[in-house]
């Protein structure tokens, strides 16, 4: 059997420790306060997948003349869909964070419900990369693209205390 250390090197050998759905689904739909506010919903987030709402709202535009859904809000879409897909392929006790991601902002978000979608290109021990794009019901017809990357943190798990547990 190999060593601890080897199975957090060797990316292949996690696949029975990677977070299940429900977990990531908690994650981002519970416990991140700002997907909440915005009204963010990760709807799907398995296997290097993601799929996610937003449900338009008139205070996501950035331009009300136009109107146009805020490009920020857009990236935020991008970045969360990235995010959910990295999660859905990392250990339970692993963390990722952004480290960089560009945005292709290639028509207007109209004032309609958005939904991202996002899969790993390549997935490393420290760092993955995602694509994601950003439409409004048609992904041959995005609003935003983007390619993003993120570091990957391996943890081990919380090793338990058996005297603790007698006690």
Do not use: C, W
Not at 37 to 48: D, F, K, P, R, S
Not at 53 to 73: K, S, T
Not at 92 to 114: C, N, Q
């Amino acid at each position: 059997m190999p060593s601890t250390l080897a199975l957090a090197v060797d990316f292949r050998l996690l696949v029975d420790n990677v977070v299940n759905s429900a977990t990531v689904l908690e994650f981002f739909n519970v416990n991140v306060p700002f997907h909440a506010t915005l009204g963010l919903q990760v709807l799907h987030a398995e296997a290097g997948l993601s799929r996610l709402i937003l449900p338009f709202r008139p205070d996501l535009l950035g331009d009300a003349g136009r109107p146009a859904i805020h490009g920020g809000v857009l990236a935020t879409v991008l970045d969360v869909a990235g995010g959910a897909a990295v999660m859905s392929m990392i250990g339970e006790h692993d963390r990722t964070s952004t480290i960089d991601f560009r945005v292709d902002y290639l028509r207007p978000g109209e004032k309609r419900d958005l939904f991202g979608e996002a899969h790993i290109v390549r997935m490393g021990t420290r760092v993955a990369v995602a694509s994601a794009l950003v439409h409004h019901g048609d992904p041959t017809q995005p609003v935003a693209e983007g390619r993003l990357v993120y570091d990957i943190r391996r943890r081990a798990a919380p090793v338990s205390d058996e005297s603790n547990e007698q006690a």
